[in-house]
C-alpha cells in the first residue's frame, strides 16, 4: 500500500468518528431538549428563564432583552441558580454551547429546555447591550 493510500483511509477514518460523534450529541440533544424558530422562542420569553451561554463580553455586547448570562464556561459551578421548575430557554452564537448546557442541565434534572434553532447570529427580536 502507498503513503497516499494510507494517509486517505486515515483521513476517512477520522471523517467516519467525527461524522458518528456529531451524529450521537444531535440524537443526545433531541432526547433533552426542544429546538424552537425564533416566533416560538419569543413567544415563550415572558414565561421562561431566558439564559445565554456565551461569555461576559459577547454577553454584554448585544443579547436578548431579557436574558440572563450565565456562560457554558461556568455552567457547571452555576447551574443551580437556574430554577428547575421554569422552562430554561437557552442561546448561544449557534448551537453549540446550548447543546451541551441543555445536555449538562438535563443531567441535573431539568427537564424543560429549549433551544433557539439558528442562535443568536440571526436574532432579529428586541436586544440590549451592556453598559
Known amino acids: 500500500m502507498s503513503n497516499m493510500t494510507i494517509y486517505t483511509i486515515i483521513v476517512l477514518i477520522i471523517l467516519v468518528v467525527f461524522a458518528g460523534w456529531q451524529l450521537i450529541t444531535l440524537l443526545r440533544r433531541n432526547k433533552v431538549a426542544k429546538m424552537i424558530d425564533e416566533p416560538a422562542f419569543q413567544s415563550g420569553l415572558h414565561h421562561a428563564q431566558v439564559i445565554d451561554v456565551r461569555e461576559k463580553k459577547p454577553f454584554d455586547e448585544g443579547h436578548i432583552l431579557g436574558a440572563r448570562n450565565v456562560p457554558y464556561s461556568t455552567m457547571k459551578a452555576y447551574y443551580m441558580q437556574i430554577r428547575k421548575d421554569l422552562p430554561v430557554y437557552l442561546y448561544d452564537q449557534s448551537t453549540t454551547l446550548s447543546t451541551r448546557a441543555a445536555l449538562l442541565l ?12 439558528r442562535g443568536y447570529q440571526r436574532w432579529e427580536g428586541k436586544t440590549k447591550k451592556s453598559e
Open 106 to 117: 438535563a443531567k441535573h434534572g431539568y427537564s424543560e429546555i429549549y433551544i433557539l434553532k
